[in-house]
Nanobody, 119 residues
């Protein structure tokens, strides 16, 4: 059974920082592309950042220079460091594990962790 469990969300003031963690089980973590998505109230879920098995990262423009994604394959964990937080970063943040083998796609989601940026 595949499980992705996020943690680290909470209430933070604008300009503050948080570190989100996502621990995976039930998959060979090291071969998956890991990602963080977010969904703000009334909006669609959007990609925030991804990291490949080789460590290549990708960020949505709105978080470049502020957020950092990293992974620790020994701990089956992916992290998202959120710095210089803004009101518009308020959302539920979801962890994602993705892999494709030919036409077969493996796509798993966590249940999310809430980040609230408020003064």
């Amino acid at each position: 059974q595949v499980q992705l469990v996020e943690s680290g969300g909470g209430l933070v003031q604008p300009g503050g920082s948080l570190r989100l963690s996502c621990q995976a089980s039930g998959i060979i973590f090291s071969i998956y592309i890991m990602g963080w998505y977010r969904q703000a109230p009334g909006k669609e879920r959007e990609l925030v950042a991804t990291i490949t098995s080789g460590g290549t990262t990708h960020y949505v423009d709105s978080v470049k220079g502020r957020f950092t994604i990293s992974r620790d394959d020994a701990k089956n964990t992916v992290y998202l460091h959120l710095n210089s937080l803004k009101f518009e970063d308020t959302a539920v943040y979801y962890c994602n594990a993705y892999r494709s083998v030919g036409a077969v796609r493996y796509n798993y989601w966590g249940k999310g962790t809430l980040v609230t940026v408020s003064s």
